[in-house]
């Protein structure tokens, strides 16, 4: 070991920053491929998975555009274009079959820890919303990844399977719903944990209360400076790589090593709320994950869901989310953080997003002032015998939205995942939200192929036996993927044909 002015310096083929879905998953691979190298993990929280990938933290939705609208977009003459929903469901395919590779192999542990078959389910109200859920069906039951996919407007039949939304619901609204049996939940924390143990197991290592307090690039060698946040020891790692995986905190890292890619990225965090509840007779009548649209003249991200989650064993049910503020970028971040994040080379995309955001920006200023009633109001759309005294208001994670200039608009990269490299690729992170973990080993290939290009022809038979890309396999191959991946994950069996409305 030798030593740097900012303490021991260490040597390491690759470091994996922030201790979450995305940095397990890539360490695993990488380990796959590439097991002579040295791996360090470093995450600032005394375990993994605390932060974004906590169970509390997201909705655990194994995203596979089954029942959200967002990645189903309305087209002018009322038509739904549903290339977005089969792209993420091609990408969920790819992580189940890699968890399942791993679990057959059995390098992860019990998969009944981090994943149950709960069904996904889209929720329309009202004419238009029930015209935009149909059309939605419509676009995504032929295709083989929504096989089975069911449409009802039968009372009777959405009181069957849904009893808490629609047992004794009145009014002359009109509702429908479709529902897939190929849904799931994750505990996205469990299977992080149980991902770094697994690269534990073949030499990599991880190190948690690990604070990365800057990153410098010296020739072809990244500085990644440290900082123990119990004894305040300080290191150096030296490493010819580097992926941020760090979610908030991903921004300031790539602003701290001065890479002009990241020059016009800004950032604005949202703390997302959700109301929550127990009660087991309330638990037992919701079976499932519903996605409902946005309100008339509300962005996107608004769309509102009520889930079933299982977390430690224990069942639940959360309703929202809610928006609400705060400057830190993580939940346990510094309230400088987005003061700090603005420079003189991003504050016109601050500026620009602003202008060009109006509706998001009004969204914001109402959820933040938003009173309980209103939010019980929300949720009696869903729940009309939803009574306050059953539910509480949670504080479940911390969303940065990033902001980036796009033909001369500020835009907000809502949805999907920004994948950002420099210095000819041995710089990696990511930035973006939802669907994010779900289709982590398909976005985790794509850093790989940005970052490695000359050794991707070598892995690449490895990672089409642990992670193939499903968008290149032909329909009977994809089917016999999906079945053979939920058969070792102890989930409920694909359907193999559609399902007419009912």
Same mark, same amino acid.
């Given at each position: 070991m030798i030593r740097s002015r900012s303490g021991p310096s260490e040597d390491w083929d690759v470091v994996l920053v922030g201790g979450g879905i995305?940095?397990?998953?890539?360490?695993?691979?990488?380990?796959?491929?590439?097991?002579?190298?040295?791996?360090?993990?470093?995450?600032?929280?005394?375990?993994?998975?605390?932060?974004?990938?906590?169970?509390?933290?997201?909705?655990?939705?194994?995203?596979?555009?089954?029942?959200?609208?967002?990645?189903?977009?309305?087209?002018?003459?009322?038509?739904?274009?549903? $290339?977005?929903?089969?792209?993420?469901?091609?990408?969920?395919? $790819?992580?189940?079959?890699?968890?399942?590779?791993?679990?057959?192999?059995?390098?992860? #542990?019990?998969?009944?820890?981090?994943?149950?078959?709960?069904?996904?389910?889209?929720? !329309?109200? #009202?004419?238009? !919303?029930?015209?935009?859920?149909?059309?939605?069906?419509?676009?995504?039951?032929?295709?083989?990844?929504?096989? !089975?996919m069911e449409f009802s407007d039968d009372p009777a039949v959405l009181a069957s399977w849904l009893p808490l939304m629609f047992d004794g619901r009145t009014g002359d609204e009109p509702v429908a719903m479709t529902r897939s049996t190929q849904g799931t939940d994750v505990d996205f924390g469990v299977l992080t944990r149980q991902l770094l143990s697994a690269l534990r197991q073949r030499g990599g290592v991880t190190r948690t209360g690990q604070e990365v307090t800057s990153l410098r690039r010296h020739g072809a060698t990244w500085l990644v400076r440290v900082r123990d946040r119990d004894t305040g020891r300080r290191r150096e790692l030296r490493t010819p790589y580097v992926f941020l995986g760090a979610g908030g905190g991903t921004l300031p890292l790539l602003q701290s090593a001065r890479v002009p890619e990241i020059r016009r990225y800004g950032a604005f965090p949202v703390s997302g709320q959700f109301l929550r509840t127990d009660r087991p007779e309330l638990v037992a009548a919701h079976r499932g994950k519903v996605y409902g649209h946005a309100p008339a003249d509300t962005p996107p991200i608004s769309v509102p869901h009520l889930d079933l989650r299982v977390v430690d064993g224990r069942e639940a049910l959360l309703f929202g989310p809610f928006a609400a503020f705060s400057p830190r970028f993580l939940t346990r971040g510094r309230p400088t953080d987005l003061v700090r994040s603005v420079r003189p080379g991003n504050l016109p995309v601050l500026v620009a997003s602003v202008r060009d955001n109006r509706s998001l920006?009004?969204?914001?200023? +109402?959820?933040?002032?938003?009173?309980?009633?209103?939010?019980?109001?929300?949720?009696?759309?869903?729940?009309?015998?939803?009574?306050?005294?059953?539910?509480?208001?949670?504080?479940?994670?911390?969303r940065?939205?990033?902001?980036?200039?796009?033909?001369?608009?500020?835009?907000?990269?809502?949805?999907?995942?920004?994948?950002?490299?420099?210095?000819?690729?041995?710089?990696?992170?990511?930035?973006?939200?939802?669907? !994010?973990?779900?289709?982590?080993? $398909?976005?985790?290939?794509?850093?790989?192929?940005?970052?490695?290009?000359? +050794?991707?022809?070598?892995?690449?038979? +490895?990672?089409?036996?642990?992670?193939?890309?499903?968008?290149?396999?032909?329909p009977d191959r994809l089917g016999q993927a999906v079945a053979q991946a939920r058969r070792v994950l102890g989930l409920a069996p694909a359907p193999t044909t559609g399902v007419g409305a009912r």
């Open positions: 995305m940095s397990a998953t890539l360490g695993v691979l990488l380990m796959e491929v590439q097991p002579d190298w040295r791996i360090l993990v470093v995450e600032r929280l005394d375990d993994a998975g605390l932060e974004s990938s906590h169970a509390w933290n997201n909705a655990g939705t194994g995203h596979a555009g089954l029942c959200e609208f967002n990645y189903t977009p309305r087209r002018p003459d009322g038509t739904v274009d549903a $290339s977005s929903a089969v792209r993420i469901g091609e990408q969920y395919v $790819s992580s189940l079959t890699f968890w399942a590779a791993l679990v057959e192999r059995g390098v992860l #542990g019990s998969p009944e820890a981090f994943i149950r078959s709960v069904p996904h389910l889209g929720f !329309g109200h #009202g004419a238009d !919303g029930v015209a935009y859920l149909r059309a939605r069906w419509e676009a995504l039951r032929g295709h083989p990844l929504f096989a !089975g920006v009004a969204f914001l200023v +109402r959820q933040v002032t938003q009173s309980a009633d209103a939010r019980m109001a929300a949720l009696r759309r869903f729940v009309p015998a939803a009574r306050a005294e059953d539910w509480e208001l949670i504080t479940a994670g911390q940065v939205q990033v902001l980036k200039e796009t033909g001369g608009r500020g835009t907000l990269v809502g949805f999907g995942t920004e994948i950002v490299t420099a210095a000819g690729g041995s710089l990696a992170a990511l930035l973006g939200a939802s669907p !994010g973990a779900s289709t982590a080993a $398909s976005t985790l290939r794509d850093v790989l192929a940005a970052s490695f290009p000359q +050794r991707l022809p070598e892995w690449a038979a +490895r990672l089409d036996r642990l992670a193939p890309p499903a968008r290149q396999l032909d």
